[in-house]
């Protein structure tokens, strides 16, 4: 029954992130955790969200923005690194705060100025590049931040949506060897992968589907709204763990 509602969870978490335009692991990791430790939700939301990642870059391969792609995707990876092996240095309450708080940061920030994004600049896309992959790294999410970067440089749509899914793939075929090595996915959870596959292909197919036929602006606070809901449950965890 724990599996079945970990798979369902996925799924909404796929379709959900497809819609709101934030990718699957800022809404999953949060629920994954409702169901299995930190370290194993780190690999196993990594695994989905590279999944989703390798659907859109087959559709829209030919968008990709190689100049931002190495500027931006570089950092991206260097600092994926130092946050992946950082993980093992540091207490799981403690990482739970730090995603609760950036996931609270991030959801007040969204709804206060749903138009906000950085200048664009190569200094910008370096920072961006390396402070969205250690997050991605140290706490399995750093998407929401990486759009909001790469969107200061008004791409096309599918130059965007190639390009961003291409630092993300580079990012978790960064981290999750780390993961891997490090003992993260114990043998127990293999049997998950290949129904993650599954989920992230038709979680991104209904999301896209549906995408049109509910209002954007309404369905992205609703989101927002209950990712700052579930960052408060975080905070509050890391916070009585320190006393």
Same mark, same amino acid.
């Given at each position: 029954m724990i599996e079945l509602l970990f798979f369902i969870a996925a799924f909404i978490a796929e379709v959900v992130g497809t819609m709101a335009g934030f990718g699957s692991s800022t809404i999953f990791l949060? !629920?994954?955790?409702?169901?299995?430790?930190?370290?194993?939700?780190?690999? &196993?939301?990594? *695994?989905?969200h590279i999944f989703g990642n390798l659907g859109r870059i087959t559709f829209f391969r030919h968008g990709l923005n190689k100049k931002l792609l190495l500027v931006f995707g570089v950092p991206s990876?260097?600092?994926?690194?130092?946050?992946?092996? !950082?993980v093992n240095y540091t207490s799981q309450e403690i990482l739970k705060l730090v &995603?609760?708080? *950036?996931l609270l940061l991030f959801s007040i920030l969204s709804l206060a100025k749903p138009d906000f994004r950085f200048?664009?600049?190569?200094?910008?896309?370096?920072?961006?590049?390396g402070i969205s992959g250690f997050l991605a790294g140290l706490i399995g999410t750093g998407g929401a931040l990486r759009g909001a970067f790469l969107t200061a440089f008004n791409l096309k749509k599918e130059v965007y949506i190639a390009t961003a899914a291409a630092i993300a793939i580079a990012v978790d075929i960064t981290r999750i060897p780390i993961y891997f090595g490090s003992g993260f996915l114990k043998q127990q959870f293999y049997w998950y992968l290949p129904l993650l596959f599954g989920i992230a292909i038709a979680g991104s197919y209904v999301g896209k589907k549906i995408v049109n036929k509910i209002p954007q602006k309404s369905f992205r606070k609703f989101v927002l709204g209950?990712?700052?809901?579930l960052s408060l449950k975080f905070i509050y965890d890391g916070v009585i763990s320190l006393f």
């Open positions: 949060p !629920l994954a955790l409702f169901f299995v430790d930190f370290k194993t939700a780190l690999i &196993l939301v990594a *695994f989905l990876v260097i600092l994926t690194i130092l946050g992946a092996l !950082l &995603l609760g708080i *950036f200048k664009s600049s190569p200094r910008n896309a370096v920072v961006g590049g209950v990712i700052a809901l």
